[in-house]
């Protein structure tokens, strides 16, 4: 579905008026939506009255955007607690459940605009049986439909592991029995962070495999103050973790991009390359595409002290009175890119990346060191998941660039990104003699004999196909 086309979602969709605050169900935010590439609405969230999920439909068919809403029966197959908690429903029970489930599905289904379903989010491993088996009686019935499921990162303690973020239970006496004991090698830390992710990833995937998987992990938080300009390490980490599920699985993958800052001013998101670099190292690594938090400014945000900001154009794509935050517009701006080079790269088979030259994100790494958590800032320690290097290829830059290698019709095939979020970078590639085809971030093309030279903005890319 779409595969000539990056996964480009929105979570937060637009929403119906409430209080004093307007519909974004409109024309206008969705023509802007389209124009910014977004191709899928999840309507996971705050506003799911009928009316506003028709609307959403019938707008989302008229500007050809593939909707993803969340069926209230989903939330009973991740119920940890309670008589009616998954893991305490008889046979009789969870059949029923199935057939509901089924049932409101295809009623959903009827409508031309319908992609699939957003299951859920951040769900605690506790409540995987469950989910996994709503995914595969999804598959089982709705097999031409998109099943997508959100995890959450490997930022966690051990009671976000067995119960989730959002649908956490305050109380925990209830619970089915744990399965396993966090201790050891699985013990919840940053240094085991890999073997407890992947734990978490198992629970779920060896059950049951949906249409997508992803995580949202936000690489621009304001954790370090000291740090304006810092980027987390989990960007790279959690976007190479996902691509390789992809290929374990047999599945599609892709990450969440952060739109902004939310609950605090420390920090602003005011260059495009934040943006671009996002999704960039995200493609980087063989993923399908991304999803964007927030995409419409969530209602359930708008009263939060500290939150102000956010509202009114320091978040979201849309922001909560459905105008074009700066956010939306670097998007609209850059999606010729993407549509350019989307059904190539998404057709290619990701070999591996590697990254070259010296990293200088406008801080100094020595004063770094002793912040704590400081391991979690990336600091041109590219990780060596996924690595791949083509050593016919010589790259001479003033900054640091990432290198990724794809392979289509046994031809290589480069996606070059600038891994500063800051400095622009001036980068010369030298590739075995063939005629080539490079598109830039702006959209323009390039053709060159072996040799090229770009001047690449903070966070842009570029793509690189040999025309023999």
Not at 23 to 43: C, H, P
Not at 178 to 193: H, I
Not at 209 to 216: C, F, G, L, M, T
Not at 366 to 382: H, R, T
């Amino acid at each position: 579905m779409l595969n000539d086309k990056f996964v480009s979602a929105i979570f937060c969709a637009p929403t119906g008026e409430y209080e004093n605050y307007p519909s974004r169900l409109t024309d206008e935010v969705f023509a802007a939506l389209k124009n910014m590439g977004i191709n899928r609405i999840f309507g996971y969230g705050f506003d799911s009255r009928a009316e506003t999920v028709e609307r959403t439909f019938e707008l989302c068919e008229k500007y050809g955007i593939l909707y993803y809403p969340t069926p209230l029966t989903c939330g009973r197959y991740v119920r940890l607690t309670g008589d009616k908690a998954y893991w305490k429903l008889s046979e009789t029970e969870r059949k029923q459940l199935d057939d509901d489930f089924v049932a409101e599905v295809a009623a959903l289904a009827e409508h031309k605009a319908f992609g699939g379903i957003m299951f859920g989010d951040e769900a605690g491993y506790l409540a995987f049986d469950g989910a996994a088996h709503a995914c595969n009686v999804f598959k089982a019935h709705f097999a031409e439909y998109e099943f997508m499921y959100n995890f959450f990162s490997y930022s966690i303690d051990e009671k976000i592991f067995w119960t989730g973020i959002e649908s956490a239970p305050t109380e925990c006496a209830e619970l089915q029995p744990k399965p396993f004991e966090l201790t050891g090698d699985l013990q919840v830390s940053f240094a085991n962070r890999f073997r407890v992710y992947d734990k978490l990833l198992k629970g779920f995937l060896d059950k049951a495999v949906p249409s997508y998987v992803s995580q949202d992990r936000y690489p621009m938080e304001p954790h370090w103050a000291e740090v304006p300009t810092s980027v987390h390490v989990a960007l790279f980490e959690l976007s190479a973790v996902m691509s390789q599920a992809k290929r374990k699985y047999g599945m599609g993958s892709y990450n969440y991009v952060q739109v902004g800052q939310w609950g605090n001013d420390i920090r602003r998101m005011t260059n495009k390359g934040e943006l671009l670099l996002q999704i960039n190292v995200i493609l980087s690594y063989g993923n399908d595409g991304v999803a964007f938090f927030p995409g419409a400014f969530p209602l359930d945000w708008r009263n939060i002290p500290g939150y102000n900001a956010a509202k009114n154009g320091e978040s979201s794509l849309i922001d909560i009175y459905g105008n074009v935050t700066r956010f939306g517009k670097w998007l609209a701006d850059t999606q010729p890119f993407y549509d350019a080079i989307a059904a190539e790269m998404r057709a290619s088979n990701f070999v591996g990346v590697s990254a070259y030259g010296h990293y200088d994100n406008g801080f100094i790494l020595d004063k770094v060191a002793s912040l704590p958590d400081s391991e979690c800032i990336y600091q041109g320690n590219f990780p060596d998941m996924c690595y791949a290097r083509d050593e016919n290829i010589v790259v001479d830059s003033t900054n640091q660039v990432a290198v990724s290698l794809f392979e289509h019709n046994d031809k290589r095939r480069y996606f070059v990104t600038n891994l500063s979020s800051v400095y622009g970078n001036k980068v010369e590639l030298i590739l075995p003699e063939s005629n080539y085809v490079a598109t830039l971030q702006d959209g323009t093309t390039m053709e060159f004999n072996g040799k090229i030279r770009v001047d690449f903005a903070a966070g842009e890319a570029m793509w690189i196909v040999s025309k023999k």
